[in-house]
């Protein structure tokens, strides 16, 4: 899941085939690696939620540190092995809820077994990539996403307050949340007003001051100092390998997060692509497949140590926009040095004892993240009543245990299975009724310009009516509109009717198109920028520029004759 947003550099100093000098590598890879660490704080808080014991624990993270370092490295590879980019992967939080489950019923066994069936989803998905993708839209994506942030709320305001797992007569204690509230505020404080490298670091920070008054108050468990101290610095990690277990009622839960989990990686391998590329118009899909590939190889490796699921890092996404090196030479590097951290059981048994206030406070921050992460998704397309019935009543089918308790347990045992998570009733219930709604709806339409009305509003009010039917992305769609306008206007200043222009549009999955079919001249489409001082002179000229806004707007532009009509044809990237 996305850990943070970043700007584009302003100029980048190596591409994914550049190599650059062998200390620059160096330093990038340590950098990437020291952040990636930062992140196995996820595991660490799963570990504690689950009651893990200190070899249980360290076991988990190594694990999920070999598991990481191994995806980074095979994202390096051209596909179909890896997307060839510098890619790191992480713990990734989407599966907390999803892994705290599986290891509470059946400890590692049942998260080897669970994170297996992940890792062949993730693969089958990578490469039925053109065929599955149109079944989880941005709508069904983006209540996954808000629904694992109502997932982790529970159990981390448990943890905030330290609160006794099935005692409902406890006390709050003063100092647990005291704790937590510290450190959360650490975390939101350096996330919202730090600059740079300490911004994206602000995971890290927290921690220590969580770590730093546990110790203060007395709340850190009285054996770690022991357990800490006896472990070496270097040598080979402690492995517990579980034979894998597989749990029928959980397979669904698993297959959702692993559809979510790629369609989040393919997410951040687009945004890589565009990162990487200067004249990138659409979706390699071939790299983005390998991308998600290897992050399925990467969950296998998981499934075999007894990790957790890995993902892309948009921080590191970030990070490499930051310092404008995206060499995939950089990925391996990383991954190397990962491999290298997975032999430090000093490190690794310390992570093992974060105080349940601190992991309570990471908890609740990744819960209000996905919240709002969620809802951003689904708010990014405009929505039709079609979706909005879609998500709604999807979020409310999730949410109706916790309202009516008990209210699923008579189902057919059939599907029983999907109705023993909140987060697998609402996505099946948004895939559902996003097919049922998608019957009767077409992503083309074709109308005449109202000539009774300005062109404008004409064109504004057609595209969004549409945009809304499709699920089109707000920013497109306005971005359209104005250029359609402008088209429309230069034409009918250079004397086509308002009442023979006909629109046409259509959407497919990178690009939507807009049609201006009319009878009358073609539209001046000059590459060079008019003088204005010949515009003041002669307004004849005007037509000229408008010409050239719709041609340096428009991210693709194309005149043709169809049946004596000229038909201009504009499209953007979607």
Known sequence: MSEADATPPASLAYG????????????????????????????????????????QSSSFLAGCIIAGAVGTILQHFRPPIGGGFLGVQIPTPIFLPAIIKAGSIGGLSLISGMVLITALCEIAFSRLLRFVKPIFPPEVCGVAVLMLGVALAKPGFRNFVSYPMGDAAAHLSLAPVLIAVVTLATIIGIAVFAKGA??????????????????AFG?????????????????????????????????????????VLSVDDLGLLVSVQKQSDPNWRAMDVRKASGGVFASGLADVVAAVLGGMPT???????????????????VAAATGGLLLVAAFTPKFVVALS??????????????????????????????????????????????????????????????????????????????????????????????????????????????LTRNGQDWGARRDVV??????????????????????????????????????????????????????????????RTLPQLGGYLVRRLADGVKQTIKGGRECLTLSFEH
Not at 31 to 48: D, G, K, N, R, S
Not at 311 to 329: C, D, E, K, P
Not at 502 to 510: G, H, I
């Open 353 to 462: 004892f974060v105080p349940r206030p601190v992991v309570g406070a990471i908890m609740i921050y990744a819960a209000a993240y996905m919240l709002v992460a969620g809802m951003s998704v689904v708010l990014s397309r405009l929505l039709s009543e079609r979706r909005t019935f879609t998500i709604g009543l999807a979020i409310l089918a999730g949410l109706t245990p916790e309202f009516i308790p008990h209210v699923y347990d008579s189902v057919p045992a059939a599907i029983a299975p999907v109705f023993q998570s909140h987060l697998a009733i609402s996505v099946f219930t948004a895939i559902l009724l996003n097919q049922l709604f998608r019957i009767g709806s077409a992503n083309q339409s074709r109308m005449a310009l109202d000539a009774t009305r300005p062109a404008h509003e004409v064109v504004h009010e057609f």
């Open 16 to 55: 994914a085939e550049d190599r650059p000098p062998r200390l620059t590598i160096l330093v990038l890879a340590l950098q990437h690696m020291a952040l990636a660490l930062v992140f196995l704080i996820y595991p660490a808080t799963a570990a504690v939620q689950m009651g893990f014991g200190p070899a």
């Open 198 to 215: 300490v911004k994206v670091l602000a995971l890290a920070f927290g921690l220590l001051a969580g770590i730093g008054l546990s110790v």
């Open 311 to 329: 993902g892309m890092s948009s921080t590191h996404v970030g990070l490499a926009y930051a310092t404008g090196v995206t060499s995939r030479i």
């Open 219 to 259: 709340q850190v468990d009285p054996h770690a100092a022991e357990m800490i101290g006896r472990a070496p610095i270097l040598g080979i990690p402690q492995l517990m390998f579980a034979p894998p277990k597989i749990d029928l009622s959980l397979v669904p839960l698993f297959v959702v997060m692993a559809v």
């Open 478 to 539: 306005e971005r359209a509109a104005a250029v359609v306008a402008e088209a429309v206007e230069t034409l009918m200043s250079l004397g086509v009717q308002a009442s023979d222009i006909m629109l046409e549009a259509q959407l497919d999955d990178s690009h939507l198109y807009v049609g201006v079919d009319y009878a009358g001249v073609r539209l001046p489409l000059p590459e060079q920028r008019p003088d204005l001082a010949d515009i003041a002179d002669d307004a």
